[in-house]
């Protein structure tokens, strides 16, 4: 019998103002363990109130609190020191991170370090923010200066939960804004341990506050609040265009990440064993729980009913099991709401395309919410199956002539965040990744992120770019100064 190991319920606060706190209706949800359907822990309801509470802390430490004259060298210290603190922890916050999204414990490992990674390269980045000499024509001297754009209001997702928090902290601190960050109402808790450290590593309260509930009572009061100078959210396309129109109303900056249907195109050149490999893992990772995930796969049709075949045989073989055992690589979906949406995707499927495997619920486990991974194919790009991101283990397989074709099913979607290409020639790769409309693309791989690297989508994908120097150019506004050199008066008058 798979399970998570049973630990007491723990009742958790939030963190606002550097104090931990109730919610102010003193109400509490739970969070559960997707591989046994049991609580594990209870976290404050938060509210508008709470919200209000939390924004103007956030607001009085950007403006008065001694963060407004930490230097830059500082920022960037205190970004390693919480480093290190996660580093030290990993084995306790990826233990908890697998029970509370499901996801295998060696990945919830590799996610922890890539948020210390994160927290680091911004920590170096805090001392390279630099501003320009503008070459004015005149007697005069034109700065641009970069300065922290202010509260920095940011919702995220339950795939990847503290590595999200990290994505959207890390900047926002080397930048000097202050914070308020809700976590997905389904996996909070990891960030409210890591907030255990924020003051013992110099952080002054009420720079970060982590504050938990849910979208339309938590989030949305979050988005819309006139004391917020800069929304950054990652989730649904959906409530993306929610969050648009809310951000409208007092001309907030807004930075999107809303997932896809990434196309995963495999030309008939490429190494075989390797192409299959990768169209797996492309969509396979994470229970297929990934924004990037490649659920289209595109197979050139010399290699298709090969690859269709070899794909189904090595899809049976991966091992779906307890989250927190080592042998796992897939666990079950992270809520039995996902898990709902995905059986309806199966189900949907079974109508518009073929079924080459799965399909249907784990059914060898008596509890949990696994799914199979499932693989459709001759699949039509019209689909919904291939038109709506499932965020889920579900393939769907399309075939295509040449070239052309390829790009053209590729870009015939509303989404455009990742494709992958896997030929060995070197100029129809180039051509491909020209012609196709997404804001990542990798060729012969699918999935390695860096935080050296940008990241965000083209479409419907959304707008603006996280990690690298890009991700702080999101938490910086741009001052221009002039320095008149004249001393005599203009005399126009
Ligand atoms: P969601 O978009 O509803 O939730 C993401 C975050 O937004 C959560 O923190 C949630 O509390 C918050 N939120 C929800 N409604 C809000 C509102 N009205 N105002 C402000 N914040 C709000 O995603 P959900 O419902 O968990 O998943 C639905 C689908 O969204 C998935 O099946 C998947 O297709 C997609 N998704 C995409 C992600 C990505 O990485 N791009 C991550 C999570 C979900
Ligand atoms: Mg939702």
Redesign the pocket.
């Known amino acids: 019998m798979p399970g998570g190991v049973k630990t007491d319920v723990k009742t958790y606060q939030m963190y606002i103002n550097g104090e931990w706190v109730a919610s102010q209706s003193n109400k509490t949800f739970p969070v559960y363990d997707p591989s046994t359907e049991e609580v594990i822990a209870q976290v404050p309801d938060a509210n508008a109130e709470d919200v209000n509470r939390a924004v103007a802390s956030a607001k009085a430490a950007f403006e008065d609190g001694p963060w407004a004259t930490t230097t830059a060298q500082e920022r960037g210290r205190v970004l390693f020191r919480l480093a290190d603190k996660i580093r030290q922890n990993t084995a306790m916050l990826a233990e908890l991170e697998a029970r509370n999204t499901g996801k295998p414990i060696v990945e919830a490992e590799y996610d922890i370090g890539d948020v210390a990674t994160c927290f680091e390269y911004y920590g170096g980045l805090a001392t390279k923010i630099l501003g320009y000499v503008n070459p004015v024509p005149d007697n005069a001297m034109s700065l641009t200066l970069k300065e922290p754009i202010g509260v920095a209001g940011q919702?995220?997702?339950?795939?990847?939960p503290l590595l999200?928090g990290a994505w959207k902290l890390a900047p926002a601190l080397a930048a000097g804004c202050t914070c308020v960050l809700?976590?997905?109402?389904?996996t909070p808790i990891t960030a409210l341990e890591m907030a255990n450290w924020l003051a013992d590593v110099g952080l002054p309260p009420g720079v970060v506050n982590i504050i938990t509930?849910?979208?339309?009572s938590?989030?949305?009061p979050?988005?819309q609040h006139p004391d917020v100078n800069k929304v950054a959210?990652?989730?649904?396309?959906?409530?993306?265009k929610?969050?648009v129109k809310?951000a409208a109303d007092t001309v907030k900056r807004v930075t999107l990440?809303?997932?896809?249907k990434s196309p995963n195109i495999f030309f008939a050149d490429a190494d075989f064993e390797a192409a299959i490999d990768g169209a797996l893992f492309g969509v396979f990772i994470n229970q297929g729980?990934?924004?990037?995930a490649g659920s289209r796969v595109l197979v050139q049709k010399p290699i298709y009913k090969k690859f269709v075949d070899a794909m189904v045989e090595k899809a049976k073989k991966i091992k779906l099991g307890a989250p927190l055992d080592r042998d796992t690589k897939m666990g079950p979906l992270?809520?039995k709401?996902?898990y709902d949406?995905?059986r309806s995707y199966q189900e949907v499927g079974k109508k518009e395309a073929k079924l080459a495997s799965g399909g249907g619920r784990a059914e060898k486990f008596a509890k949990g919410y696994y799914v199979e991974p499932t693989i459709f194919y001759d699949v039509d790009n019209s689909a919904r199956i291939a038109r709506?991101?499932?965020?889920?283990p579900v393939a769907t397989v399309i075939p295509f002539d040449d070239e052309k074709d390829a790009v053209k099913i590729a870009n015939d979607s509303p989404y455009g965040?990742a494709a992958a290409v896997w030929t060995r020639d070197i100029f129809k790769a180039f051509r491909t990744v020209k012609a196709i409309r997404a804001g990542i693309v990798w060729i012969n791989h699918m999935q390695p992120t860096y935080v050296e690297a940008p990241w965000g989508g083209y479409k419907q994908?959304?707008f603006g770019r996280e990690l690298g120097p890009w991700g702080i150019e999101e938490y910086l506004e741009t001052k221009q100064v002039h320095i008149n050199l004249n001393e005599q008066p203009i005399g126009w008058y």
Not at 257 to 260: F, K, N, R, V
């Open positions: 919702i995220i997702p339950w795939n990847y999200m809700k976590p997905a109402e389904q509930g849910f979208g339309e938590c989030g949305a979050l988005v959210f990652t989730g649904s396309a959906a409530v993306g929610i969050i809310m990440e809303l997932g896809g729980e990934v924004c990037s992270v809520s709401d996902q949406r995905v709506e991101e499932i965020f889920g965040l994908s959304g």
